[in-house]
């Protein structure tokens, strides 16, 4: 578990740093080469370097062990984090949308061609925060992390939506020097989007939804490498932070002592906690083989 925690901690301060270093090159960029939709995509990385923030804060708090007031630990406050961070892509696409429509209707420059260079070196660099973050938020199972990679990928497009519209405003010239801003409009809408891919898993695990499948049918697998178990029955699997509490029925024969099910039982949970180290806790129910499971 401290593995994981250190994992994501280590993968958000290389966040920060990324975007820290970025959102320089984009504004002075942006400023220099008369760029609007590179400086649109220089505030979005700034809003990333908060939220990251952020996610540092909800990963530490979220990984506080349990005590009286909260017996299931402090997992909640991951999705809660992940709440503000949309919040702030949010906020940051209608920022970027208001300042586009105003760039439209105003006339201005055309934007340096240097500006290409620098968003193609961008384009890549975000590319591989995005990979890096997205691996490490799947070896985690942190929810804060993989928002953090969202993060990337959304900076990835816009930058790239900023690409296209510099180079539509520099080959056709006069007249289309708005490309630019249009090209920044479109990256606001593609940023709302990805803040939806982001909310709603961090929804789902609020509301305990039922999306754990796969993960389900591995620890029933496991199970019926316990001796005495016959099969599983219900199996309830609830997400906390980067933590999963399990509740199962598994099946054993009727006509065992209560003290042999007890056995059983307790075997059966050091072996799934040992097999899953995401795995907080297990409550399990013993079940009587032909009995109505219902």
């Given at each position: 578990?401290?593995?994981?925690?250190?994992?994501?901690?280590?993968?958000?301060?290389?966040?920060?740093?990324?975007?820290?270093?970025?959102?320089?090159?984009?504004?002075?960029?942006?400023?220099?080469?008369?760029?609007?939709?590179?400086?649109?995509?220089?505030?979005?990385?700034?809003?990333?370097?908060?939220?990251?923030?952020?996610?540092?804060?909800?990963?530490?708090?979220?990984?506080?062990?349990?005590?009286?007031?909260?017996?299931?630990?402090?997992?909640?406050?991951?999705?809660?984090?992940?709440?503000?961070?949309?919040?702030?892509?949010?906020?940051?696409?209608?920022?970027?949308?208001?300042?586009?429509?105003?760039?439209?209707?105003?006339?201005?420059?055309?934007?340096?061609?240097?500006?290409?260079?620098?968003?193609?070196?961008?384009?890549?660099?975000?590319?591989?925060?995005?990979?890096?973050?997205?691996?490490?938020?799947?070896?985690?199972?942190?929810?804060?992390?993989?928002?953090?990679?969202w993060h990337h990928r959304s900076d990835a497009i816009t930058s790239l939506s900023a690409f296209v519209g510099i180079s539509i405003a520099l080959i056709f010239g006069e007249g289309y020097e708005?490309?630019?801003?249009?090209?920044?409009?479109?990256?606001?809408?593609?940023?709302?989007?990805?803040?939806?891919?982001?909310?709603?898993?961090?929804?789902?695990?609020?509301?305990?939804?039922?999306?754990?499948?796969?993960?389900?049918?591995?620890?029933?697998?496991?199970?019926?490498?316990?001796?005495?178990?016959?099969?599983?029955?219900?199996?309830?699997?609830?997400?906390?932070?980067?933590?999963?509490?399990?509740?199962?029925?598994?099946?054993?024969?009727?006509?065992?002592?209560?003290?042999?099910?007890?056995?059983?039982?307790?075997?059966?949970?050091?072996?799934?906690?040992?097999?899953?180290?995401?795995?907080?806790?297990?409550?399990?129910?013993?079940?009587?083989?032909?009995?109505?499971?219902?």
């Amino acid at each position: 578990m401290q593995d994981r925690t250190q994992k994501a901690v280590r993968a958000t301060y290389f966040s920060i740093a990324g975007n820290v270093l970025l959102a320089l090159i984009k504004a002075v960029t942006g400023i220099l080469g008369n760029s609007y939709a590179l400086i649109a995509d220089a505030i979005e990385s700034t809003t990333d370097i908060f939220s990251s923030f952020l996610a540092l804060l909800g990963i530490r708090y979220a990984n506080r062990p349990p005590d009286h007031n909260h017996p299931y630990g402090h997992g909640r406050a991951e999705p809660l984090i992940t709440f503000l961070i949309v919040l702030f892509l949010v906020g940051a696409a209608f920022g970027i949308a208001y300042q586009s429509i105003d760039h439209i209707r105003t006339p201005h420059e055309v934007p340096e061609s240097y500006t290409l260079v620098v968003l193609g070196l961008i384009i890549l660099l975000k590319e591989i925060f995005y990979r890096v973050m997205s691996r490490k938020g799947r070896e985690t199972r942190s929810s804060i992390v993989k928002a953090d990679a969202w993060h990337h990928r959304s900076d990835a497009i816009t930058s790239l939506s900023a690409f296209v519209g510099i180079s539509i405003a520099l080959i056709f010239g006069e007249g289309y020097e708005s490309a630019d801003d249009w090209a920044a409009l479109v990256a606001a809408v593609i940023i709302l989007y990805n803040a939806y891919r982001i909310f709603r898993p961090a929804l789902g695990e609020i509301m305990d939804e039922h999306t754990y499948h796969d993960f389900i049918e591995e620890i029933r697998a496991e199970s019926l490498k316990v001796e005495g178990i016959l099969d599983t029955e219900k199996c309830f699997v609830r997400k906390t932070g980067m933590n999963y509490f399990v509740d199962l029925h598994a099946i054993v024969k009727a006509d065992i002592p209560v003290l042999k099910g007890h056995e059983i039982s307790h075997e059966l949970k050091d072996h799934l906690l040992n097999q899953f180290p995401e795995i907080r806790d297990v409550l399990i129910h013993i079940e009587p083989e032909g009995a109505d499971h219902e």
